[in-house]
């Protein structure tokens, strides 16, 4: 019960941060174009605490998620005569009467300091240092690419001639010391410094045995993401590192090998006695994809496993259970090292702040071409309020699981993920978004002449609209997700 009140408690707190420094982006803007600003809400709903400053009054109200800027003129009253509204849209300090560029800048004023909390958080997180869960350098080349080459049952034949790290000549067990001349002490800084890569190819200086080289490998793509790769994953020891209820591993247990399975074949169980070792953790995905017997497409039931455990080979039946996209989900997290993030100065943080604020946007951007190109479920790719107050909370609860200060970076880390998004999608073109306005104005300095009332109106209702649908299919998909 505390763990759900944490959770909510951080969710909510994530969220109302959030949304206020969108606000106070909309606030300051407007304030510096001369345009009036009636309230300025901490929180929604009625009135707790405040006082007035000049023109503006400043207050805390009932529910204390986000908060809201009134600007003067920035809504008006469906009955109201097309005369007033027109005098209305005249009146000084009003939003509507501003100058078409001013609205535009008050209108991406909220996205641009969701943006900026994200550049500066991030670069104080690198300048504060931090730490990260992840293996040492030795790599393994086949295991992903495996999975999404062969069909099931078909088995790796030969390594894929096409893997960049085929060609450089690299192999699993490949330790690597240095990426571009600068040397790496754990798989994190691999990934992360083979992505900051510009060139066509990055230089990999790796130990095999005794023998120190380098290779030249070249870059490929995600066709899903984007993202380059050179086709290595980190080799990850097969180390239990939580008890696993579900498949009846224990904390300490040590993967050796997969000794036969169970599949359902034409409404009866067929045992496939089999050994595959498991040197890495990657190899029981591998084991388990690629020795199916031939001509079964139904799916795996169990499958043997031979685990060390206190210093005794024991044998565990693991049953096979499946999400709801019919994939395999073991539930099996392996031991992983905690390492120091490497010391950035000044200017080396803000080049991280500003690189991490561009990757998300390009991850953004992508992820919605991908929604509206219909290639992912609209329901799986929109969270509503209930689910980010439950990823903001959990990925904190989880952070502070390993101490107070991975608890405050994974806070604001995903806080600054959620910014980057948040601006995003403000500026997309729909009425009663900040991009709407920004189209509206277009329109209006395009026209060089005054809008009606019922052109403004008609454009707010169909926003509202919208903004309604939207938070609708978000609460449908939240509580899908949690049904599922």
């Not at 999975?147 to 960049?164: D, H, M, T």
């Not at 109106?457 to 169909?462: A, C, F, H, K, L």
Request: with cysteine; proline share 4%.
């Amino acid at each position: 019960r505390i763990m759900i009140i944490l959770v909510i408690f951080f969710g909510l707190l994530g969220l109302g941060i959030i949304i206020l420094i969108h606000e106070l982006g909309h606030f300051i803007v407007a304030k510096l174009c001369g345009i009036k600003v009636e309230t300025f809400s901490i929180g929604w709903g009625k009135k707790l605490t405040g006082f007035k400053y000049k023109d503006t009054t400043y207050q805390v109200a009932v529910f204390p998620i986000g908060g809201y800027c009134k600007m003067k003129g920035e809504y008006f009253k469906e009955e109201m005569t097309e005369e007033s509204f027109q005098k209305a849209m005249s009146e000084p300090d009003t939003f509507m009467a501003a100058s078409w560029w001013k609205k535009i800048l008050v209108s991406v004023g909220g996205p641009l300091a969701n943006l900026l909390f994200a550049f500066i958080v991030f670069s104080i997180i690198w300048m504060a240092g931090f730490r990260v869960n992840s293996t040492d350098t030795r790599v393994l080349i086949y295991p992903e690419y495996f999975n999404s080459i062969y069909e099931p049952g078909a088995g790796p034949k030969s390594l894929p001639r096409e893997l960049p790290t085929v060609k450089a000549g690299l192999k699993t067990g490949d330790v690597i010391t240095a990426v571009n001349g600068k040397p790496v002490t754990n798989f994190y800084e691999v990934s992360r410094a083979i992505e900051r890569t510009t060139g066509p190819y990055v230089i990999i200086r790796i130990m095999r045995g005794t023998e120190v080289m380098e290779k030249n490998v070249a870059f490929q793509r995600r066709p899903d993401s984007g993202r380059k790769y050179v086709g290595i994953i980190a080799w990850v020891d097969p180390l239990v590192d939580e008890d696993s209820p579900s498949t009846g591993l224990k904390k300490g247990d040590k993967l050796l090998a997969i000794t036969g399975k169970t599949y359902w074949v034409a409404g009866r169980l067929v045992y496939n006695p089999y050994y595959a070792a498991v040197n890495a953790a990657a190899d029981l995905d591998v084991a388990i994809a690629f020795r199916k017997p031939i001509g079964v497409k139904t799916a795996l039931s169990s499958f043997n496993l031979m685990v060390l455990r206190d210093g005794k080979k024991i044998p565990v039946l693991v049953k096979c259970r499946y999400n709801e996209e019919n994939k395999l989900d073991l539930s099996i997290s392996y031991a992983h090292t905690l390492y120091n993030s490497p010391s950035l100065g000044f200017g080396g943080s803000i080049a991280e702040g500003f690189y991490e604020v561009t990757q998300l946007l390009e991850l953004t951007f992508r992820g919605l071409a991908e929604l509206f190109s219909f290639r992912i479920n609209l329901t799986d790719a929109v969270a509503g309020p209930i689910r980010i107050t439950q990823m903001v909370g959990e990925i904190t609860i989880l952070g502070f699981s390993l101490g107070f200060g991975d608890g405050v970076i994974a806070f604001f880390r995903f806080l600054c993920i959620l910014c980057v998004l948040i601006s995003i999608m403000n500026m997309l073109p729909i009425p009663a978004l900040d991009g709407g306005q920004v189209v509206l104005s277009v329109i209006m300095a395009v026209k060089k002449r005054k809008i009606s009332k019922n052109f403004l109106y008609r454009y707010q209702v169909i926003g509202f609209s919208i903004i309604v649908l939207l938070f609708l299919l978000g609460m449908f998909s939240d509580i899908m997700s949690f049904l599922n």
